[in-house]
């Protein structure tokens, strides 16, 4: 009757010891495959968001170009001159596939270590009108080059003082909102330069 009663003990002492191993591996497992869905959900949230985002605009300019060859203390000259039109398409740029990041799963945390800085690209299409030149003082190569220089730098005050910029800015912004909102809605948090992100507008650079 003892023995009976000790197997009964050992028997409902293994059950025990079985049914809590089971438990602690369901939550467990449960766990662990929750978070490596919510990781793989802002993994793809990040590839989504990893994309080139393009702001253009046109800039138009008319400019005179002069220049004049002296010569016996400025009483002979050969002149030249022309009428320079230009029509320029500008696109500020941001290609958020070279941002760089960290994931921990851990502490469910996303740490943008690096987001791309803008590219500025000007392509100028310049028109030349009323050439008036010398034989001894025709245009050449270094003439051109000079009016391309003079443009692209007029157009970088231009596109400074004009909201190319900021809108291409915006953009970012919402395109990196997106991260943040999913990151938010899952209990992870976003931190970019050694601090945590709580407002999209953090993002501008």
């Given at each position: 009757?003892?023995?009976?009663?000790?197997?009964?003990?050992?028997?409902?002492?293994?059950?025990?010891?079985?049914?809590?191993?089971?438990?602690?591996?369901?939550?467990?497992?449960?766990?662990?495959?929750t978070t490596e869905y919510n990781s793989n959900l802002i993994q793809e949230q990040?590839?989504?968001?990893?994309?080139?985002?393009?702001?253009?605009?046109?800039?138009?300019?008319?400019?005179?170009?002069?220049?004049?060859?002296?010569?016996?203390?400025?009483?002979?000259?050969?002149?030249?001159?022309?009428?320079?039109?230009?029509?320029?398409?500008?696109?500020?740029?941001?290609?958020?596939?070279?941002?760089?990041?960290?994931?921990?799963?851990?502490?469910?945390?996303?740490?943008?270590?690096?987001?791309?800085?803008?590219?500025?690209?000007?392509?100028?299409?310049?028109?030349?009108?009323?050439?008036?030149?010398?034989?001894?003082?025709?245009?050449?190569?270094?003439?051109?080059?000079?009016?391309?220089?003079?443009?692209?730098?007029?157009?970088?005050?231009?596109?400074?003082?004009?909201?190319?910029?900021?809108?291409?800015?915006?953009?970012?912004?919402?395109?990196?909102?997106?991260?943040?909102?999913?990151?938010?809605?899952?209990?992870?948090?976003?931190?970019?330069?050694?601090?945590?992100?709580?407002?999209?507008?953090?993002?501008?650079?």
């Amino acid at each position: 009757m003892v023995n009976v009663l000790n197997y009964k003990k050992l028997f409902y002492l293994l059950l025990i010891v079985v049914l809590g191993f089971f438990t602690f591996q369901y939550f467990t497992s449960d766990d662990d495959s929750t978070t490596e869905y919510n990781s793989n959900l802002i993994q793809e949230q990040i590839k989504n968001v990893g994309k080139l985002v393009v702001t253009e605009g046109h800039f138009s300019q008319v400019l005179t170009y002069k220049d004049k060859d002296s010569y016996l203390g400025g009483m002979l000259s050969f002149d030249k001159k022309a009428l320079v039109v230009v029509n320029s398409d500008v696109s500020v740029a941001y290609d958020l596939r070279q941002m760089k990041y960290d994931i921990d799963e851990k502490n469910k945390t996303i740490t943008i270590l690096s987001i791309p800085k803008e590219e500025i690209k000007i392509s100028p299409d310049i028109q030349y009108y009323n050439i008036d030149q010398s034989k001894f003082n025709e245009f050449t190569g270094e003439d051109f080059n000079k009016i391309t220089k003079k443009v692209k730098a007029d157009l970088a005050v231009k596109i400074g003082k004009s909201t190319l910029k900021t809108n291409a800015q915006n953009r970012l912004v919402s395109e990196l909102s997106k991260l943040l909102l999913v990151t938010h809605s899952m209990g992870w948090k976003v931190e970019y330069k050694g601090q945590e992100i709580t407002s999209e507008k953090q993002f501008v650079p």
